[in-house]
């Protein structure tokens, strides 16, 4: 068979079209490079929590219990409400079903009550982490505590050496599940599940070691504090208006 | 309202972590450090009267060795993962030690000691009996068959060292889960530098008492008559040990109150309600003054022998009960109570789930059946007594 | 001399002991060659850990979309909202997670939000929300009547 000039030209052109359509197509769609924008050497995470801003909404519980296909009856956040009552030892605590729903109406105004969100400290210097007999849980180098689902043994030993109650034994995997600050959000440049549906803006997602973050301001300009400060675990998670009845 | 929880607790709290199998596994390997204890104690400490019981300690001591890392198996979310304690240990944590000093304990100082004790009876019996137990035996003897006076005199001074060595490694094996609890300071329980020697004493107490029970079951079975002078030091030597765990255990009571931290008010409500029983019945009563009242009145006063082994048996059963209480309080204890001071939960043992009451109960039982085969391979009591 | 003889002997009758040192070491042996060929891949390489358990954490697909995406689409909502008091609560705090509807908005048709409920979550009188915080008894309130009767969710202010 004959192969003419135009031929040549008409297959020629035909391939030319597609290859630039299958390159363009590779860069929109193609997989970014293992060294994507993201560098964790420029990040330190850490979060604000306003107390007095919390309205007990259990947007948050709910948010993350979607983001993260948290277990029912298990809670990577929750929010407790307190009620003090002047000459009494121990205020009353409650936080029904972590505050997934919300909380019932409190009617009693005779005494000082308030919210409280409470999630993993994300500790710089974690007992959890240093407990673990494998490395299965670590604090990685932008400071989120994160647990190593297909490392983890199971043996809980870090669910009791956290003081503050953020851990617990996914029942489907069978590891130790918690508070990952939305690591899967969070270095995509978006913010964490919790804090994005708070409406209030009780809580922030800080980052420590960016100069523009609004956390250093902050910081200089109000009174902030962690749980548990005589543990020393360097929790990275502030409350401002802490109240000293919180445990 | 959560069932089982009064007042608050943290929501993932609810939900106790370490079972009735956590609680076994100290306790299975506190017999073991306690019944090595006693078998050093003639070996070492030349405590002459207690050899009757020698071989009997080392072979508890194994058979409920062989048993301990099985309700940790049990217990694990992932026990096909367990190699990675041994491929990538985390040097900070007390727990990534279990398999390094398991494995020392095992063969380092148990096996090896018991090769060297039995050495002469396995060549005799690979030389004297025929078919499966001439292979087995043959295989025990690891190649060599010199049972020479001078080889049996060496094998003497190592034993000894290996001994020696091995009393350190009982402390660490045990001690250690003692750290495991002690070191944990968001657990006010357990948080007490105290915390890996009062399981160690409490070990050494169980050890003791388990080896005495032994003892006194085996030879009435064989219809033997029981070495009293070796039931008397066993019980004196009990009775001391068990003085000094029961200080110990006072010591931190009396402290605990006397500082009365935050926790205070929380760990004793928790002592007078959920714990009462275990603690204050069992664990106090029962299972330590009762026994140490039997063991203090045999220093003080001589009885008839048939009062004494009556005595006797009853402090080592009640003392054996008490000791597995005192697991169950720190373990569970330390899991009833909200760390944030304000409830209290449950604690409900399942039936036949992984770590269930049925799986602990088959547990327990599985050193027993060990302990009659390895008696059966390596008869404690030499027919004719090899000098 | 002396020192031949006496290892002689102490070969002759303490031979026997380098059979267990030899089983030992044989096992101590093949746990290392295990250990090599099983040990994860460039473990420690940034702590104690595997260096892919990061990559594994944030692979998990992302389910809230966000403010942004959803604007894209629904822009005059978004314009409604940004102008009211609900500038500062999350199109998803009502809505629920919108990613998969983002990627697919045929195939993932989102219900809309049960509003009486959805209402009272932020807005019933408790005596612990911030007191300037607006809040209302709404049996009081509204007497049942639903809130979108009067208040457009977007834009709730009257």
Redesign the interface.
């Given at each position: 068979m004959e192969i003419t000039r135009r031929d040549l030209f008409s297959v020629g052109g035909k391939l030319l079209v597609l290859a630039s359509v299958g390159a363009t197509l590779e860069q929109i769609t193609g997989a970014a490079p293992a060294s994507d924008a993201y560098k964790?050497a420029d990040h330190w995470w850490g979060m604000l929590i306003d107390v007095?801003?919390?309205?007990?909404?259990?947007?948050c519980v709910r948010?993350c219990s979607?983001?993260?296909s948290v277990p029912q009856g298990?809670?990577r956040t929750?929010v407790?409400?307190?009620?003090v009552e002047e000459g009494k030892?121990?205020?009353?605590?409650?936080?029904p079903?972590?505050a997934i729903?919300?909380?019932k109406?409190?009617?009693?105004?005779d005494?000082k009550?308030?919210?409280v969100p409470?999630l993993c400290n994300h500790c710089a210097d974690s007992?959890c982490v240093?407990?673990?007999?494998?490395?299965?849980?670590?604090?990685?180098?932008d400071g989120v505590v994160?647990v190593?689902?297909?490392?983890?043994?199971?043996?809980?030993?870090c669910?009791?050496?956290?003081?503050?109650?953020?851990?617990?034994?996914h029942p489907e995997?069978?590891?130790?599940d918690k508070c990952?600050l939305c690591?899967?959000?969070i270095?995509?440049g978006?913010t964490t599940?919790c804090c994005?549906?708070?409406?209030?803006?009780a809580r922030q997602l800080v980052d420590f070691k960016d100069p523009k973050d609004p956390v250093h301001e902050f910081l200089r300009h109000n009174k902030v504090q962690v749980l548990k400060p005589y543990?020393a675990t360097q929790a990275k998670v502030y409350y401002k208006d802490l109240d000293g009845s919180v445990? | 309202m959560i069932p089982g929880v009064d007042g608050f607790m943290y929501p993932n709290e609810v939900e106790l972590q370490w079972s009735l199998l956590i609680v076994l596994y100290p306790y299975i390997t506190g017999l073991v450090a306690g019944a090595f204890i006693l078998a050093s104690l003639e070996r070492v400490f030349k405590v002459e009267a207690v050899r009757p019981t020698y071989r009997l300690a080392l072979l508890t001591a194994l058979a409920f060795l062989l048993v301990a890392p099985l309700p940790l198996q049990l217990h694990l979310g992932h026990p096909e993962r367990s190699l990675e304690m041994y491929l990538t240990p985390h040097k900070s944590s007390a727990m990534a030690m279990f398999g390094f000093v398991y494995l020392w304990y095992l063969t380092v100082v148990l096996l090896l000691e018991i090769w060297l004790e039995y050495r002469a009876d396995i060549v005799r019996k690979a030389q004297t009996t025929t078919g499966f137990q001439r292979i087995l035996y043959k295989a025990l003897t690891l190649g060599s068959e010199n049972i020479s006076p001078a080889a049996r005199i060496i094998d003497d001074k190592v034993g000894y060292t290996v001994t020696v060595i091995g009393i350190p490694s009982a402390f660490l094996l045990h001690g250690y889960v003692g750290f495991i609890f002690g070191s944990i300071k968001a657990n006010p329980w357990w948080s007490t530098p105290l915390m890996p020697i009062v399981f160690l004493f409490s070990a050494m107490v169980s050890g003791i008492a388990a080896v005495l029970m032994l003892y006194t079951v085996s030879m009435k079975l064989k219809k033997q008559p029981i070495d009293m002078r070796c039931l008397d030091t066993i019980a004196k030597y009990l009775f001391y040990t068990f003085v000094i765990d029961f200080t110990l255990e006072m010591l931190d009571l009396i402290h605990r109150t006397y500082e009365a931290d935050e926790s205070f008010r929380s760990l004793d409500f928790m002592v007078h309600t959920r714990l009462w029983a275990s603690q204050v019945i069992l664990q106090i009563f029962l299972g330590t003054l009762v026994p140490l009242a039997l063991l203090a009145a045999n220093q003080l006063w001589k009885f008839q022998e048939a009062a004494r082994k009556a005595m006797y048996v009853t402090a080592c059963s009640l003392t054996l009960i008490g000791i597995f209480a005192m697991r169950w309080n720190v373990v569970i204890g330390g899991q009833l109570f909200s760390k944030s001071f304000l409830g209290y939960t449950t604690y409900k043992v399942d039936l036949v789930t992984r770590e269930g009451l049925l799986p602990a109960i088959g547990l327990m039982l599985l050193p027993f059946v060990i302990f009659f085969v390895l008696i059966k391979i390596l008869p404690p009591w030499p027919e004719r007594e090899a000098t | 001399m002396e020192g031949g003889k006496l290892l002689r002997r102490w070969l002759q009758d303490g031979g026997h002991l380098i059979r267990p040192a030899v089983v030992l070491l044989a096992g101590l042996g093949v746990f290392l060659l295990i250990r090599s060929a099983v040990i994860p891949k460039a473990f420690g390489q940034y702590g104690h850990y595997r260096p892919a358990a990061l990559d594994l954490v944030r692979s998990r697909p992302i389910s809230y979309a966000g403010h942004e995406t959803c604007v894209l689409c629904h822009e005059d909502q978004g314009k409604v909202h940004d102008a009211g008091k609900h500038a500062t609560v999350a199109c998803e705090a009502c809505h629920g997670p919108l990613a998969k509807h983002a990627d697919d908005p045929s195939a993932n048709v989102p219900k809309l939000p049960d509003v009486a409920n959805l209402c009272r979550r932020c807005h019933e009188k408790d005596a612990a929300k911030p007191q300037g915080f607006p809040q209302v008894v709404t049996a009081e309130h509204s007497g049942g009547v639903p809130c979108d009767s009067c208040h457009q969710p977007h834009n709730p202010h009257l």
């Open positions: 964790m007095d801003k919390c309205i007990g909404c259990g947007n948010a979607n983001e993260n298990y809670f929750w407790e409400r307190y009620q030892a121990t205020p009353i605590v409650e936080s079903n972590g729903d919300g909380f109406p409190l009617k009693r105004s005494v009550s308030f919210f409470k007992p240093q407990v673990c007999p494998v490395g299965a849980t670590f604090v990685s180098p994160l190593d689902k297909e490392y983890c043994l199971g043996c809980r030993y669910v009791q050496a956290c003081p503050y109650g953020c851990r617990y034994l995997t069978d590891t130790v990952t690591y899967h959000r270095t995509k978006l599940a994005e549906n708070c409406p209030t803006g543990m445990r | - | -």
